[in-house]
């Protein structure tokens, strides 16, 4: 069964990049994509983008100028970077795997999530 | 982008009763609806996709329905372990969007 798992500094100073990585087991990368979301405190979930095993990606429009997912499919990891972060960044932030359910697509599979908090 | 309203923000109920969650979208998304549950310190469970369709191990009952614009998640006969937050999300198109969630609490 495949397990998504957070990992990166709790901590990132303002104007600073936020860097965060994904750990994939229990499955393989191939022909999956791969995504980010996020949730700050007392708001809802936030979708960031998403990352096919090949490279493809697809960024929120509302961040895309200071994102860059990207995917190591030799180390079973992909990974985040969020440029220039303020306290409007200050999140959980999950990562989740998108599949075709049924022709839809769905997250069928979430990371724990990890608490990235923007501070100086 | 499409929004998303979910309605109520959050909800008292008992064990064994029967619940449902609305969520409202800003335009048609036909069947692309999904919803999830979350648990403290816990990873998000899909429940429902496609509107209708039982995630694999999910309990029967959980139910979803609806198309167009307009969605419903019901539990039936709530169990100690379903008090939690649950989200809406269309998949309709991108950017993915979610409800502001659910918090179902123990009445």
Request: hydrophobic share 25%; with cysteine.
């Amino acid at each position: 069964q495949v397990q998504l798992q957070e990992s990166g500094p709790g901590l990132v100073k303002p104007s600073e990049t936020l860097s965060l990585t994904c750990t994939v087991s229990g499955g393989s990368m191939s022909s999956y994509y791969w995504s980010w979301i996020r949730q700050p405190p007392g708001k809802g979930l936030e979708w960031i983008g998403y990352i096919y095993f090949s490279g493809t990606t697809n960024y929120n429009p509302s961040l895309q100028s200071r994102i860059t997912i990207s995917v190591d499919t030799s180390k079973n990891e992909f990974s985040l970077k969020l440029s220039s972060v303020t306290a409007a960044d200050t999140a959980v932030y999950y990562c989740a795997r998108p599949r075709s359910c049924s022709g839809t697509t769905c997250f069928d599979v979430w990371g724990q999530g990890t608490t990235v908090t923007v501070s100086s | 982008d499409i929004q998303m309203t979910q309605s109520p923000s959050s909800l008292s109920a008992s064990v064994g009763d029967r619940v449902t969650i609305t969520c409202r979208t800003s335009q048609s998304i036909r069947s692309h609806l999904n919803w999830y549950q979350r648990n403290p310190g816990k990873a998000p469970k899909l429940l429902i996709y496609g509107a209708s369709s039982l995630q694999s191990g999910v309990p029967s009952r959980f139910s979803g329905s609806g198309s167009g614009t307009d969605f419903t998640l019901s539990i039936s006969s709530l169990q100690p372990e379903d008090f939690a937050t649950y989200y809406c999300q269309q998949s309709y198109s991108t950017p993915y969007t979610f409800g502001q969630g659910t918090k179902l609490e123990i009445k």
